[in-house]
């Protein structure tokens, strides 16, 4: 069973940087898309990143030019890379990974940004 296991969470000033990893495990086959998303208290889950298996990125405008999504396939793991942290990007994250019709979502990690 094909399971997704984020970490990296944590209190972290404005202006301050936090990489977030999502480690696949439970079967050997790899994702066509492994993606980050976060919903805030009273907000909808959005898609703040991800990354194609061939490496293709996508990137939320709110975070463009400060998170950067990247993939370790020997690791299965999945980065982001957080910089210039803002109180708005506080959030509860989430990974999920996409192969063919299926999709699998972790249990997340939270986020808190202080100003």
Do not use: H
């Amino acid at each position: 069973q094909v399971q997704l296991v984020e970490s990296g969470g944590g209190l972290v000033q404005f202006g301050g940087s936090l990489r977030l990893s999502c480690l696949v495990s439970g079967n050997i086959f790899t994702m066509d898309v492994v993606g980050w998303y976060r919903q805030a208290p009273g907000k909808q889950r959005e898609l703040v990143a991800d990354i194609s298996q061939s490496g293709d990125t996508i990137y939320a405008d709110s975070v463009k030019g400060r998170f950067t999504i990247s993939s370790d396939n020997a690791k299965n793991t999945v980065y982001l890379q957080m910089n210039s942290l803002k109180p708005e990007d506080t959030a509860k994250y989430y990974c999920k990974g996409n192969y063919r019709q299926y999709e699998y979502w972790g249990q997340g990690t939270q986020v808190t940004v202080s100003s």
